[in-house]
């Protein structure tokens, strides 16, 4: 996160492709900075048919942790 946002490459890449039927989940790793508006932001990239789960940040995560949050989803 650049101060609570992605940087503007996220963006052309989510703008560059179809996720219409596919579940996106934004994460990051930060020693400082929160999400702030990247879920809506990035989320306003893409299609209407794009499933979006609410994103994360992470800044010091043990793998464990990491395991865990990835097995709560759902997927």
Do not use: H
């Amino acid at each position: 996160m650049w101060w609570y946002v992605a940087p503007t490459i996220i963006n052309t890449f989510l703008e560059s492709y179809d996720f219409s039927g596919k579940t996106v989940i934004p994460f990051a790793t930060s020693g400082g900075s929160g999400m702030g508006d990247t879920d809506r932001v990035l989320k306003d990239c893409c299609s209407r048919d794009t499933r979006w789960k609410q994103g994360r940040r992470f800044g010091s995560v043990k793998a464990a942790d990491l395991k865990s949050w990835v097995d709560g989803l759902g997927l």
